[in-house]
């Protein structure tokens, strides 16, 4: 059974502070992973997605993988109160569908101004 | 352009009746997945359908049944509704050609049963 773990949080941060949020998957076959922002009562937005080994970054945000170690994390630079929302981790394993994407129950992010 | 629309957004339905939920993706993606959300989890694959065929099914009930249309337009059916049927369903479009797994989401259709 594949599975993702995010540490539910809350995770509290000051404004402008980094924030980084954490994710660990079990399939050492997964090739693919996203992460989604939630607000409350809202579907999930993707903001980040990284296939390859190392960081990848988009404005305010860096998706950093390594799969020898199985954890994709999410840093958020100068965070904001418009951040304060649940960042859901998100893969597709080696050989699923490609519409099969495993969720990790999120991270509940607090910016505190 | 035109994100993914989910009809309807709320709906109450009582128990052992049935629902039917739509859904269009995104102006040329051809794959349309669904999930279901429950407070305090990620959302759970259901059904992933591309080109109209069911390209992979999550660990849900036979009560759960879904299809595509020849313009992509989804719908989801859920008969004999139980009240842990309860949840956000969320629609979510793809390309799913080669290399492009990003997947978007619709706004979704709460579900309440009673």
């Known amino acids: 059974q594949k599975e993702v773990e995010q540490n539910s949080g809350p995770l509290s941060v000051p404004e402008g502070a980094i924030a980084s949020l954490n994710c660990t998957y079990s399939d050492r076959g997964s090739q693919s992973f996203f992460w989604y922002r939630q607000y409350s009562g809202k579907s999930p937005e993707l903001i980040m997605f990284?296939?390859?080994?190392g960081d990848k970054e988009d404005g305010r945000f860096t998706a950093q993988l390594n799969k020898a170690s199985q954890y994709v994390s999410l840093l958020i630079r100068d965070s904001q109160p418009s951040d304060s929302a649940t960042y859901l981790c998100a893969v597709i394993g080696y050989g699923g569908s490609q519409g099969n994407l495993i969720f990790g129950k999120g991270t509940k992010l607090s910016v505190k101004p | 352009d035109a994100g993914v629309t989910q009809s309807p957004t709320h709906l109450i339905k009582t128990r052992g009746q049935q629902v039917t939920l739509r859904c269009s993706p995104i102006?040329?993606?051809?794959?349309v997945s669904w999930y279901q959300q429950v407070l305090g989890q990620g959302p759970q694959f259901i059904f992933q359908y591309y080109e109209k065929e069911e390209r992979g099914r999550g660990n849900f009930p036979d009560r759960f049944s879904a299809r595509q249309f020849p313009n992509y337009s989804s719908e989801l059916n859920v008969n004999a509704l139980l009240l842990g049927d309860s949840a956000l369903y969320l629609c979510?479009?793809?390309?799913?050609?080669?290399?492009?797994?990003?997947?978007?989401f619709g706004p979704g259709t709460r579900l309440t049963v009673t």
């Open positions: 979510a479009s793809s390309l799913a050609g080669v290399n492009s797994y990003e997947q978007y």
């Open positions: 102006s040329g993606h051809k794959s």
């Open positions: 990284i296939y390859s080994n």
